[in-house]
């Protein structure tokens, strides 16, 4: 014979036994006395074996060799459900995303994007590194991250989704400006708007020198705003202790960059797609 377990009349049984009698395991598990005897007297037609021993006259119950038996069973079957369901009503651990930036994109703009990301999906863990696109690229081809978002020339390779960029030239709002050779306040080497300033200065026939480097997008707005030297940045950097400078000041415009979203090599989890639709409608 082949019979399955009811959860529920291994709790009744369990509980009758515990207590000692009907009427007290009536009350644990919030039954009536009458159902308990019927729960109890189904279990044991099903496993056909009798398995409590009824005092009428005190009210007490004792277990026979096959309810001692069955008892020790069932027990470790209900704490077994028990922590099943436990472990199913908990959330599962958050995924994990990796999300490379570019280093002028850092900071408050960055939190600001990923507070809203966290907000909407708080099952996803978001790792983020920041670096330069050369960098970037990198990582994704050895599969460090995941996604990156990289300033690049525009149409320059496949993307996720993409934004233009407008760059313009910004100055310290006091001071002169000095002509040969042009100070500049820029990024390290690899970075896209330094190679842009520089290739423009060039063609126009003058001479530049790096007045100042850094690292991230407030130290080249600081030398700016200071008067150390000129800039090319996205217009969204420009401060208010700027001052942009255009073709009457030798500056010609420059042709739009891009911010592009990409993937590495590998396929994207779900959790990574969902990040990419999630930056490409708020970039966007």
């Given at each position: 014979m082949s019979f399955g377990f009811d959860l529920d009349l291994l709790k009744t049984f369990a509980a009758v036994v515990d207590c000692g009698g009907f009427t007290k395991a009536a009350e644990r598990v919030h039954l009536t006395q009458s159902t308990v005897s019927q729960q109890v007297k189904k279990l044991e037609q099903?496993?056909?074996?009798?398995?409590?021993?009824?005092?009428?006259?005190?009210?007490?119950?004792?277990?026979?060799?096959a309810g001692e038996r069955l008892l020790s069973y069932a027990r470790r079957i209900l704490a077994t459900a028990e922590e099943a369901s436990e472990a199913m009503r908990r959330p599962s651990a958050p995924r994990t995303v990796r999300l490379g930036v570019?280093?002028?994109?850092?900071?408050?703009?960055?939190?600001?994007l990923l507070s809203g990301f966290s907000a909407a999906s708080p099952h996803i863990r978001l790792d983020t590194v920041s670096g330069w696109s050369t960098e970037l690229r990198r990582q994704l081809d050895a599969g460090e991250i995941d996604l990156a978002l990289i300033k690049r020339e525009p149409g320059t390779g496949a993307?996720?989704?993409?934004?233009?960029?407008?760059?313009?030239?910004?100055?310290?709002?006091?001071g002169s400006l000095e002509a040969d050779p042009v100070p500049l306040a820029v990024f390290p080497v690899?970075?896209?708007?330094?190679?842009?300033?520089?290739r423009a200065i060039e063609q126009s026939g003058?001479?530049?020198?790096?007045?100042?480097?850094?690292?991230?997008l407030m130290g080249v707005q600081a030398a700016v705003a200071s008067g150390l030297g000129i800039s090319l940045l996205p217009s969204d950097?420009?401060?208010?202790?700027?001052?942009?400078?255009?073709p009457n000041d030798g500056f010609e415009e420059q042709p739009l960059s891009e911010l592009a979203l990409v993937k590495g090599r590998a396929s994207l989890s779900n959790e990574a797609k969902f990040l990419g639709r999630f930056l490409a409608n708020s970039l966007g």
């Amino acid at each position: 014979m082949s019979f399955g377990f009811d959860l529920d009349l291994l709790k009744t049984f369990a509980a009758v036994v515990d207590c000692g009698g009907f009427t007290k395991a009536a009350e644990r598990v919030h039954l009536t006395q009458s159902t308990v005897s019927q729960q109890v007297k189904k279990l044991e037609q099903n496993i056909d074996s009798v398995l409590l021993l009824r005092d009428k006259s005190s009210g007490t119950v004792e277990t026979t060799e096959a309810g001692e038996r069955l008892l020790s069973y069932a027990r470790r079957i209900l704490a077994t459900a028990e922590e099943a369901s436990e472990a199913m009503r908990r959330p599962s651990a958050p995924r994990t995303v990796r999300l490379g930036v570019p280093e002028d994109f850092a900071g408050r703009r960055l939190i600001d994007l990923l507070s809203g990301f966290s907000a909407a999906s708080p099952h996803i863990r978001l790792d983020t590194v920041s670096g330069w696109s050369t960098e970037l690229r990198r990582q994704l081809d050895a599969g460090e991250i995941d996604l990156a978002l990289i300033k690049r020339e525009p149409g320059t390779g496949a993307s996720l989704a993409s934004w233009k960029e407008k760059l313009v030239w910004v100055k310290g709002a006091a001071g002169s400006l000095e002509a040969d050779p042009v100070p500049l306040a820029v990024f390290p080497v690899g970075c896209i708007y330094r190679d842009r300033a520089i290739r423009a200065i060039e063609q126009s026939g003058r001479r530049w020198r790096i007045a100042y480097t850094s690292q991230g997008l407030m130290g080249v707005q600081a030398a700016v705003a200071s008067g150390l030297g000129i800039s090319l940045l996205p217009s969204d950097a420009v401060l208010p202790e700027h001052r942009q400078l255009g073709p009457n000041d030798g500056f010609e415009e420059q042709p739009l960059s891009e911010l592009a979203l990409v993937k590495g090599r590998a396929s994207l989890s779900n959790e990574a797609k969902f990040l990419g639709r999630f930056l490409a409608n708020s970039l966007g």
